[in-house]
């Protein structure tokens, strides 16, 4: 009797602790939402106080109040290029498409250079001399070769994510613990059991910690491409809003993009949090 009060003792002592942890946690988001929304109120107040008392020319600058109007109008009424829709869902298939190519051709080739010091040696500065490449020269080249659709934008985005992701797996790969491989060969694992078990996990942290990073080159790469040459997709209609001088349709894009961008953040976020759960990420 006396040990099953011990026991149901400690259970209240780890419920009562955990859901102090919660709320210990669930204060620090609400400090940090509200940090971060107090942040939002005084730069956009300011803006729109600038701009409705003209201190800032609202032609050069526009003002939130607009931005958000432009917004709404594009989306009820639609674009002078067509429905807003069509534009967003052109510009995020092919930075969907960007990101999971270059994410696939960065984590093999940062895997095969760097379990392979041969691969690492040959190839190492050709990745490091087109990787200084300014890549916004290439979306021309890539515009002839590929024409105004799809591909080109695909091919930019690509191009970007590429090199961040190669990197980060390629660093990955290479920091894995030399006393675990050991371990494991001594185990009688083979190459095929050492990457499944042993090197992509270890690289994981890396690898996922590029796909913050990775996402948002993908869409700049994309926009880019779009703002060059481009008969759809949000960055048209920013290089169509740059031509008719509508500063309000340029920033209204660039809001759009914005948001896109953190909710792919947060989405990969979710993602890193679901195959690192052990990692300790500071709040």
């Known amino acids: 009797m006396h040990t099953q009060t011990m026991l149901d003792n400690k259970q209240d002592e780890v419920l009562l602790r955990k859901k102090e942890l919660q709320m210990k946690a669930a204060k620090i988001k609400i400090r940090n939402l509200s940090l971060q929304i107090a942040v939002a109120v005084i730069i956009f107040g300011s803006w729109e106080f600038l701009a409705s008392n003209r201190y800032i020319d609202p ?3 526009s ?7 432009q917004i709404k109008e594009w989306i009820f009424e639609g674009t002078s290029q067509g429905p807003l829709y069509i534009h967003f869902v052109v510009t995020f298939e092919e930075t969907i498409l960007s990101f999971i190519i270059g994410v696939i051709l960065g984590v093999l080739a940062g895997y095969a250079l760097g379990s392979n010091d041969i691969l690492a040696v040959i190839f190492g500065p050709y990745i490091q ?6 890549r916004v020269v290439l979306a021309p080249i890539f515009i002839i070769w590929f024409g105004l659709g799809m591909p080109s934008k695909i091919a930019l985005g690509v191009t ?3 090199f961040i992701v190669f990197f980060n797996a390629f660093q990955g790969v290479r920091e894995v613990d030399r006393n675990l491989l050991n371990n494991a060969r001594l185990l009688g694992a083979n190459k095929k059991q050492l990457a499944k078990h042993v090197i992509i996990p270890s690289a994981l942290t890396w690898i996922l910690s590029s796909l913050h990073a990775s996402f948002g080159f993908a869409l700049v790469g994309v926009v880019v491409g779009e703002f060059i040459g481009s008969t ?20 209204a894009g660039m809001v759009i993009l914005s948001i896109t961008s953190l909710l792919a953040t947060w989405g990969v976020g ?10 300790f990420v500071r709040q």
């Open 59 to 61: 032609f050069f600058f």
């Open 129 to 134: 001399m087109l990787n200084a490449l300014p």
């Open 270 to 279: 979710k993602l890193e949090k679901r195959f690192v759960a052990w990692r």
């Open 232 to 251: 759809k997709g949000l960055g048209f209609l920013i290089a169509q809003a740059q031509g008719a001088f509508n500063t309000t349709g340029v920033f």
């Open 63 to 69: 003002s939130p109040g607009a931005i958000v109007n």
């Open 160 to 162: 970007l994510t590429f």
